[in-house]
Structure formats: structure tokens, C-alpha cells
């Protein structure tokens, strides 16, 4: 499946929404399909939030495919180049006081994935996330 | 709605509990409810997240700011009821150890000082 959206944060919740058809369409196991919404809404939101120097309007690109081992997301946008994935990530806070709010997104992402990988082609980020699956996908 | 948060009394605590989805699109406006609901600084507060189906980090934010604002006042924050990926959310971030996280509403309530 392949979706176009703005940089808008409003957009987010449809894209998730969709996912969540997707999977559903698929009899995807619950725990895998919340895997993968977690996962895009956090990327999603780090690129909409994160990823733009000018207040003009772009295009990223979401495609979503599904074969009998994995669900695969591939998102692509044309923000500044950020490879979220080698980036430290905080840890080890001794209370809530220290607990920062940021930098979990991508933690989730990479523990709930299986795979994450970025590359920049033309300009552009390109992210794969992928989520193996423990059952055989049976199509509606 | 993707949504909801309701209240409780309980002998003195306030209980809250958030069902639905805490993301990217419903964290701001989960912020605002429940920092209007601490307003009276009640000292004791459990978030119940039995009904949460979903968390994002934005959501994490939401539960953080709750629980600072709290201890901010001197209160004391429990948290009950987290499963699923709710409960994985929680530890992944860290935040099942800072956090007074309980399986149930019986046991947090119970811990209170």
C-alpha cells in the first residue's frame, strides 16, 4: 500500500489508522500490528516535528508491504538528513526528576522492531522498519 | 473518540482513568484534562491504564509531566493496571522503575502512605 501525506502532525493518527486496517486486513497479531503503529508514529512525528528548516509544505512517503515472514514499512521524506537509528539513546535516570521526556521514541522503535535502517538516496531519508512475523499471514 | 479520561474518588485518592490511545494526536489535549484535574493538589493520585490500549512516547510525556507535577506538591503518584504493549512501552523507557507501577487497583491503593 502506498500513501502520500503533508508534514503535518494532523496527519499522523490517519496514516497510524490505516496501518491498523492493514494489519487487520491481514490477521496480523495484535502485538505485532501495536508494534508497527508505535513504530510509524514515532518516526512520523520525529520527521514532522524534527525535520523541516522552512515552513513549506512537503511530501512523505509511506509504502507498507506484507509477505508471508514480515511486515515491512518503508518511509521516505526529503527533511534534512537524520539518521535516527545512531544516535545515542538516553538511559539509566535514577528518578522521575531526572527522567528526561524526550529520546524514547526511537528506543521503542528500535527495540519493537526487528530491523530499522536508514539510508539517504537523492536527498532524501529513507527508513525501513521491519517486523518479522510469528504466524503465516492469511489475507481477507 | 480515540480518548477518554474519567475520575474517581477512592477513600481519599484521586483515581484517573485514561482509555483508549495516549499519541502523537490526543497527548496535548490529555495534558490539559489531566492538569486540570490535579488542580486542589490532591496528594494522592493513581492513574489507572487498565483501559490504555496504546502508547507513544508523546504519551509518556503526558504520564511524566502528571507524575512531576505531583511530587511537585509533595503528592504521591501510583500507577495500576498497564498490559500488553502499554506495560512493554513502560519498560523499555525506563519508566517501570521509577515509577510505582501495580497490577491492580487493590494493591496500589494499598501502598499508599
Redesign the interface.
Given at each position: 500500500m502506498h500513501i502520500e501525506i503533508a508534514n503535518a502532525?494532523?496527519e499522523?493518527?490517519t496514516v497510524?489508522g490505516t496501518l491498523e486496517v492493514f494489519c487487520d486486513n491481514a490477521s496480523l497479531e495484535?502485538?505485532t500490528a501495536?508494534?508497527a503503529?508505535?513504530a510509524l508514529?514515532?518516526l512520523?512525528?520525529n520527521i514532522i516535528s524534527y525535520g523541516y528548516v522552512d515552513d513549506s509544505r512537503h511530501k512523505i512517503v509511506i509504502d507498507l508491504e506484507i509477505d508471508s515472514h514480515a511486515l515491512t514499512l518503508l518511509v521516505s521524506d526529503d527533511g534534512i538528513a537524520f539518521n535516527p537509528f545512531e544516535h545515542e539513546l538516553p538511559?539509566?535516570?535514577?528518578?522521575?526528576?531526572q527522567?528526561e521526556?524526550g529520546g524514547?521514541?526511537i528506543?521503542?522503535v528500535k527495540?519493537?522492531m526487528d530491523q530499522c535502517a536508514y539510508q539517504r538516496l537523492e536527498g532524501k531519508n529513507i527508513v525501513t522498519l521491519q517486523k518479522r512475523l510469528s504466524q503465516p499471514v492469511t489475507r481477507r | 473518540m480515540s480518548l477518554n479520561i474519567t475520575t474517581r474518588g477512592l477513600d481519599g485518592v484521586l483515581a484517573i482513568d485514561i482509555e483508549g490511545k495516549l499519541d502523537t494526536t490526543t497527548s496535548s489535549g490529555a495534558l490539559e484534562v489531566l492538569l486540570q484535574q490535579l488542580q486542589g493538589d490532591p496528594p494522592s493520585v493513581l492513574i489507572n491504564l487498565a483501559p490504555l490500549e496504546f502508547v507513544s512516547s508523546a504519551g509518556l510525556r503526558v504520564i511524566l509531566r502528571v507524575a512531576k507535577r505531583v511530587r511537585a506538591y509533595g503528592g504521591e503518584m501510583k500507577v495500576t493496571g498497564a498490559q500488553g504493549v502499554v506495560k512493554e512501552v513502560l519498560e523499555i523507557s525506563g519508566f517501570d522503575s521509577l515509577l510505582s507501577l501495580y497490577d491492580d487497583e487493590d494493591q496500589a491503593l494499598a501502598a499508599f502512605n
Amino acid at each position: 500500500m502506498h500513501i502520500e501525506i503533508a508534514n503535518a502532525l494532523e496527519e499522523v493518527a490517519t496514516v497510524v489508522g490505516t496501518l491498523e486496517v492493514f494489519c487487520d486486513n491481514a490477521s496480523l497479531e495484535k502485538s505485532t500490528a501495536q508494534a508497527a503503529e508505535l513504530a510509524l508514529d514515532e518516526l512520523l512525528t520525529n520527521i514532522i516535528s524534527y525535520g523541516y528548516v522552512d515552513d513549506s509544505r512537503h511530501k512523505i512517503v509511506i509504502d507498507l508491504e506484507i509477505d508471508s515472514h514480515a511486515l515491512t514499512l518503508l518511509v521516505s521524506d526529503d527533511g534534512i538528513a537524520f539518521n535516527p537509528f545512531e544516535h545515542e539513546l538516553p538511559c539509566c535516570e535514577q528518578s522521575v526528576e531526572q527522567l528526561e521526556p524526550g529520546g524514547h521514541g526511537i528506543r521503542l522503535v528500535k527495540t519493537l522492531m526487528d530491523q530499522c535502517a536508514y539510508q539517504r538516496l537523492e536527498g532524501k531519508n529513507i527508513v525501513t522498519l521491519q517486523k518479522r512475523l510469528s504466524q503465516p499471514v492469511t489475507r481477507r | 473518540m480515540s480518548l477518554n479520561i474519567t475520575t474517581r474518588g477512592l477513600d481519599g485518592v484521586l483515581a484517573i482513568d485514561i482509555e483508549g490511545k495516549l499519541d502523537t494526536t490526543t497527548s496535548s489535549g490529555a495534558l490539559e484534562v489531566l492538569l486540570q484535574q490535579l488542580q486542589g493538589d490532591p496528594p494522592s493520585v493513581l492513574i489507572n491504564l487498565a483501559p490504555l490500549e496504546f502508547v507513544s512516547s508523546a504519551g509518556l510525556r503526558v504520564i511524566l509531566r502528571v507524575a512531576k507535577r505531583v511530587r511537585a506538591y509533595g503528592g504521591e503518584m501510583k500507577v495500576t493496571g498497564a498490559q500488553g504493549v502499554v506495560k512493554e512501552v513502560l519498560e523499555i523507557s525506563g519508566f517501570d522503575s521509577l515509577l510505582s507501577l501495580y497490577d491492580d487497583e487493590d494493591q496500589a491503593l494499598a501502598a499508599f502512605n
